[in-house]
T-cell receptor
Framework: KAGVTQTPRYLIKTRGQQVTLSCSPI?????VSWYQQTPGQGLQFLFE???????NKGNFPGRFSGRQFSNSRSEMNVSTLELGDSALYLC??????????????FGPGTRLTVL | DQQVKQNSPSLSVQEGRISILNCDYT??????FLWYKKYPAEGPTFLIS?????DKNEDGRFTVFLNKSAKHLSLHIVPSQPGDSAVYFC??????????????FGKGTLLTVNP
């Protein structure tokens, strides 16, 4: 079974631009979460989508948004990029939402550099 | 407010010896704990988990211990191997949160196993 895939793997943008990252979950998984990893803050939760609905959201500004499609694929968008948005963005999928067994499977991440 | 803390940014051990990675949490609502391992340029990989109804869970060379009264958990790797060298993340969730589920991660501990 194929794992979680993320595209692109690397991205360079300039301040003020916007960016869209894509995530394809493991086949059959309906929940997709997004995390930001930076050296100083570790992994921080952005949001989770299940059945095309945002189920939970972390403490990030409104510039960070996402969506999920009917095939469970998800996209994350960051508008008006700032230097501090440079990070590894990780997508994780799990079978469903709301279960006690919370194993998530992560993709390799998209490395975003903002110049 | 950091709810999951890994106070040791790095740990170095000899091959064949025991590695002990520690994690403390502050949120008493957390009732499910996970350890992830991360190699450079890859996403985190699930290692082992433990529910708050247990105090120990074992899987091969990996054992996780949970001390609820101290809000502390630890990951033991015995015997340590050079291939175990990676960043280890502790994560916690309030499974009873249902659709409000999210993983809260520590900042990670870099384990180096020397041959």
């Amino acid at each position: 079974k194929a794992g979680v895939t993320q595209t692109p793997r690397y991205l360079i943008k300039t301040r003020g631009q916007q960016v869209t990252l894509s995530c394809s979950p493991i086949s059959g998984h309906r929940s997709v979460s997004w995390y930001q990893q930076t050296p100083g803050q570790g992994l921080q939760f952005l949001f989770e989508y299940f059945s095309e609905t945002q189920r939970n959201k972390g403490n990030f500004p409104g510039r960070f948004s996402g969506r999920q499609f009917s095939n469970s694929r998800s996209e994350m968008n960051v508008s008006t990029l700032e230097l501090g948005d440079s990070a590894l963005y990780l997508c994780a999928s799990r079978l469903t939402a709301g279960l006690a067994y919370n194993e998530q499977f992560f993709g390799p991440g998209t490395r975003l550099t903002v110049l | 407010d950091q709810q999951v803390k890994q106070n040791s940014p790095s740990l170095s051990v000899q091959e064949g010896r025991i590695s002990i990675l520690n994690c403390d949490y502050t949120n008493s609502m957390f009732d499910y704990f996970l350890w992830y391992k991360k190699y450079p340029a890859e996403g985190p990989t699930f290692l082992i988990s433990i529910s708050s109804i247990k105090d120990k869970n074992e899987d091969g060379r990996f054992t996780v211990f949970l001390n609820k009264s101290a809000k502390h958990l630890s990951l033991h790797i015995v015997p340590s191997q050079p291939g175990d060298s990676a960043v280890y993340f502790c994560a916690a969730s309030a499974a009873s949160g249902g659709s409000n589920y999210k993983l809260t991660f520590g900042k990670g501990t870099l384990l180096t196993v020397n041959p």
